[in-house]
């Protein structure tokens, strides 16, 4: 059935669907619709020839890029900077306002703890002093 039809099928009241998500939804059906009914035929096919998808295979799955032996160490680091850089992309920076504001937040917390445990150490050296001194 083509996109087209989908859309005109649709009642007159939802707005149509991109196709990308019609697609998804066949593919999304196609598999649910695979896997019912398997308990009471104990996983066998119906049909002699097809392929069942919860038998063994008897072989190991081949590697998903089908690369085998080892990998040089500089394309290894060239592929962790291109990691680097594509998650640094996804990053929201802050504007300068906003990163002033934080700076200016952090400086005043650390200097209000900074005289927090100043004055503590004072007092706590004067009851020493005064306590064996």
Known sequence: MSED???EQEPSGEQPRPAGAARRERRASA??????GQGDRGGTSSTPGSADATQP???PTPARDGRQGRV???????RFLR???AELRKV???TRRTLLTYTAVVLVFVSVMVAFIAGLDLLFGQGVLRLFG
């Open 5 to 7: 039809r989908e859309h």
């Open 31 to 36: 598999r649910s619709s695979a896997g019912k």
């Open 57 to 59: 295979k008897g072989r």
């Open 72 to 78: 040089s160490p500089f394309r290894k680091v060239g």
């Open 83 to 85: 990691e680097v850089v």
């Open 92 to 94: 929201i920076w802050p």
